[in-house]
Structure formats: structure tokens, C-alpha cells
């Protein structure tokens, strides 16, 4: 062959590339149009069965010289490739989505601002007990020059016989000491009905784990004018967590703080697996803060500090951890809140390290 005839051939393959290019593009649109007709009449993006139906067709008229085994691998990849245009349409339309609001959402508590570049901490009981119990561990946190406090009043317990919280004279609680600190308190809610009611006690409505995907609660704290701390599914993927704060958004309210708190994993030396990669990528898809709870996810006193080091040097916008007077008595979680004097190490450890800002 000369090397006359090599290039003849050679451009007309390039010839081709190019009308291959442009028919692939042009099937594409297609596909996002169908994908968007999809999205309003709520049907799956993912049909096997139509995907079957091309293949057989696609294959009856195949002549060679490819095998219709290889036909099928790359029309197969074509239709993966469409597959993830529509879905990646559908990511682009979530209101939570960086696609649709590329600058961060920052949200202001009591002069506290979360997502605007600075780290912010969240201490507190686990439960809140007594108001003697939330004034001493308020009066530590505050000291120490933070503002914003946590306790549970209605606590998801896995047992029913365990503690399950003080309910709304756990509130009031949390309003007194929030008051006489000056301090922003941020409590679990997990009925609808108590949401309106909260509302006047609370500074952030924190929706727990459990209830992540309690889709009226969702609907509820995004009918309301009060941020709200949503944190991840035990089991749930970044997906369904990203359109669990989406059921939030879609009611009006934009104040989305959403929490890594660990997966459940196979593994058995943590309590829950901190997801710590769920931090940048959660950055990079929404627009909102997001915080880490390292309590939760290690359930282990001596992780809290290199785990809250991971979670700021990757990029959280803060970190929320659990702090009681005496964690031997403490009515929930004993094994994983710190005393005062291993939250005092704990400040101190953390200001001495790099990528730490306090
Ligand atoms: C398409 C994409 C994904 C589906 O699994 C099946 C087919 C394709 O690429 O042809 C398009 C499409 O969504 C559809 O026809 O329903």
C-alpha cells in the first residue's frame, strides 16, 4: 500500500469520525428530550426493555465485519452514555444543585454565618437532661468562644425502652439557656406536628438520620422560616440524601445545613463509617454547608478529634461533636460524649492543627 493510498484512507475515516461525532450528538439530544418528557410524566430514565428492542433491531441488520456481540457492547456504552446525560439533566434541575446556584449558601444563626469559608462547631449534650446539665455544658462552649449548642429533646431511641427525651419541656430548656448565653440551639424534631411549635424555641431544626427520608417531616421543615440541619440516612446513598434536602428546598425553605454522620458498613470498630468523601463531593453537587458529625459516626471518644482534623482539612464547613458534664451518667450515648476537660483537650488539640481556623 502507498503511502498515498494510507492517507486516502485515513481521511475518509476521519470523514467518518466526524459524521459519527455529529450522529451521536444528535441521538443525544434526543435522548435528553426524551429524558425531560420522562421527568414530567414520572417514568424511569432506565428501560431495559426499550433498550432490548433497539438491540435486536440494531443487530437484524448488522452485516459485518463486526460481531453482533461487539455491535451490541458499543451500542450498550452509547446508551449508558445517554443515560447519564439524562440523569445528569436531572441533577442540573435540583434547586439544591451547584448546576443551579453556583455561588455557596451561607447561612446565619444568632451572627453565625455557615458556608461562607469559616468553620463553625456545634457542641451539646446528646440529650437534653436537666437545665442544670445544658447551662454548665453552655457555659464551657461559650467560654471557649462558640455559639452554637445542641441537645436532644425527642430522642429516635433504637430501643423503646431507652431515654426518648424530654420533648417540649426539653425545648423550653434549650430556649432558657439559648437566651441566657446568647447562644443559637439546634434540637432534633421528628414529627411533622412539631415542627410549627419549634419553631419558637429553636434556633436550627435538626432532622435526624432516621428520619431522612420521612418525607411529610422534610416537607414540613421546608414550610417554615428556620434553617434547618438535615443529616444523612444510615443507609442512605449521596443521592438520596441530596433529594431528601431537595424535599426541603422544593417547599421554600433554602436554609439547608446537611450533616455526614457515617454510613452503616460491615464494619464493627466504629459505630457508623464516616463517609468523609461525601464532604467534597456533597460540596461539589449542592451549593449548601456541610457539616460532620464526628459523635455519631465514630461513637468512639478517641476518633472525635482526628476525625473532626479529617473532616475541616477535607473541606466541611464545620463540625458538631457531644459534650456533657458526666458522660457516665449521661442518659443516652455515654460511651461517645466528651467531659468537659476532653472537650477542653479537644479545642485545644484542634486550634493547635493545621487546616484549623478557631
Ligand atoms: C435510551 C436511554 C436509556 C434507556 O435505558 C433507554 C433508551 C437511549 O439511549 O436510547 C433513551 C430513553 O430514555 C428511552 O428511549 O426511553
Redesign the pocket.
Known amino acids: 500500500m502507498t503511502n498515498n493510498k494510507l492517507d486516502q484512507l485515513r481521511d475518509r475515516v476521519d470523514e467518518l469520525n466526524l459524521q459519527l461525532l455529529s450522529l451521536i450528538n444528535e441521538?443525544a439530544q434526543?435522548?435528553q428530550e426524551?429524558?425531560k418528557a420522562?421527568e414530567t410524566q414520572g417514568?424511569h430514565?432506565?428501560?431495559?426493555v426499550?433498550?432490548r428492542h433497539?438491540l435486536d433491531l440494531i443487530k437484524e441488520e448488522n452485516n459485518g465485519p463486526f460481531e453482533n456481540s461487539t455491535i451490541e457492547h458499543i451500542f450498550k456504552q452509547?446508551?449508558?452514555?445517554?443515560?447519564e446525560l439524562?440523569e445528569d439533566d436531572h441533577r442540573k434541575a435540583l434547586l439544591v444543585s451547584r448546576k443551579k446556584k453556583p455561588d455557596n449558601t451561607i447561612i446565619e444563626v444568632k451572627g453565625v454565618k455557615i458556608g461562607d469559608g469559616s468553620q463553625q462547631f456545634v457542641f451539646g449534650p446528646c440529650s437534653v437532661e436537666s437545665y442544670e446539665q445544658v447551662a454548665t455544658v453552655a457555659a464551657a462552649v461559650k467560654e471557649k468562644g462558640f455559639k452554637l449548642l445542641r441537645g436532644g429533646a425527642y430522642k429516635p431511641r433504637t430501643s423503646p425502652y431507652d431515654f426518648q427525651g424530654l420533648g417540649l419541656e426539653g425545648l423550653k430548656i434549650l430556649k432558657r439557656v439559648g437566651d441566657e448565653y446568647d447562644m443559637a440551639v439546634i434540637s432534633e424534631i421528628v414529627h411533622p406536628n412539631d415542627i410549627e411549635t419549634a419553631v419558637d424555641y429553636i434556633d436550627v431544626i435538626q432532622i435526624g438520620a432516621r428520619n431522612m427520608q420521612n418525607f411529610e417531616l422534610l416537607k414540613a421543615a421546608g414550610a417554615v422560616n428556620k434553617p434547618v440541619l438535615l443529616k444523612r440516612g444510615l443507609s442512605a446513598t449521596i443521592e438520596e440524601f441530596i433529594n431528601a434536602a431537595e424535599y426541603i428546598m422544593a417547599q421554600g425553605n433554602g436554609q439547608i445545613i446537611l450533616c455526614e454522620r457515617g454510613i452503616r458498613t460491615y464494619e464493627k470498630a466504629t459505630r457508623n463509617t464516616l463517609d468523609i468523601s461525601a464532604v467534597p463531593i456533597l460540596k461539589q453537587e449542592t451549593h449548601l454547608p456541610v457539616m460532620v458529625d464526628v459523635t455519631h459516626s465514630t461513637g468512639r471518644r478517641d476518633l472525635l478529634l482526628p476525625t473532626a482534623k479529617a473532616a475541616l482539612a477535607i473541606g466541611a464547613d464545620g463540625v458538631m461533636a457531644e459534650v456533657h458534664p458526666d458522660p457516665a451518667v449521661a442518659l443516652s450515648d455515654n460511651a461517645q460524649q466528651m467531659d468537659l476537660k476532653q472537650f477542653d483537650e479537644f479545642v485545644q488539640s484542634l486550634r493547635s492543627s493545621a487546616f484549623v481556623q478557631i
Open positions: 441521538r434526543l435522548v426524551i429524558g420522562k417514568v430514565r432506565y428501560d431495559p426499550r433498550e433497539m452509547i446508551f449508558k452514555a445517554g443515560l439524562q
